[in-house]
């Protein structure tokens, strides 16, 4: 039961497709690797990255608090107690690929995809069985950048494991179940919030979790000086090859130049004109500027 309390936290509808502003050298290496490069959550461009949920999460577990007996009541303090040290941050490795639900974004192809001078990719979203990785998890959530929405998803998804827990049997077990639902809701919680400044992206993200006892170690990349963790990550089952529904080029280079290019890269890594995975190829709709 506490479970399916946690699970129903996790319920994202999905758009149809969903579009990845990249460069070219990062399109080409996504079509030949049928991979994406998902980045630590520490090494991202957002100093708030998976906290910023942290004082909204605190707040509804005392106001839970205020109104609860035990053994709810010992469930709910425990938490309180250990909630610093058990923050997902502290706890489990998570990776991210980020993903838009806007098409022809101008902000996004100056910040991701080299100043309009790179590829927005369209992936469709196949409705087909995930890869499966014994090491990790992994799942697309939407991002959610609201605090007023962060705190009455806790509110409803919390006190339904407070409500199960003064229905149960007050056993040490349930009780450890009990916290343990509160510490998952939480950590996706923290997963799915951002601040209200990035909403211009409309983010869903690509969040893989690796399990503790996982011997799997990240590699690393240099960017504006700094080293970037990050894990090679399968979007499709089988190494399947990625459906494109579209990919757009860049308002900031030559269109038949850049088609060509894409259609060279598609052809050397299998793919076929009329087959699914075979984007439409398109031009950015945006009137080009100086990416100097």
Known sequence: MFDRVVQGTLETVLPDVLYHYTTWAGTEGIISSRQFWATSHDCTNDEAELVSADSIIVEVVKGLRA?????????????????????????????????SALRDDEEQWRKYADNGR????GIRVVRETPPENSDTRAGIVKVDYSESSWRDHLRRS??????????ATASPQNQQLGLSALYRIAAFASIMAKKQKWEVEQEFRH????????DLEPREREAAGKKIRY???????????IAFAEIILGPNQNFEAATERLKKALEANGYTVGDMEYPK??????????PS
């Open 158 to 167: 919390m006190g339904e494991v407070c409500a199960l827990l003064n229905r």
């Open 118 to 121: 790179g590829v927005c990719l």
């Open 67 to 99: 109104n609860a007996t035990k053994p709810t009541l010992t469930v709910l303090e425990t938490f309180l107690e250990n909630y610093t040290d058990s923050q997902v941050t502290r706890v489990i490795p998570v990776y991210l690929v980020c993903f």
């Open 207 to 214: 969040v893989t979790i690796v399990h503790l006892d996982a």
């Open 231 to 241: 894990l090679p990550v399968m979007v499709r089952a089988e190494g399947k090859r």
């Open 281 to 290: 190829i398109t031009a950015s709709g945006l009137p080009p500027w100086d």
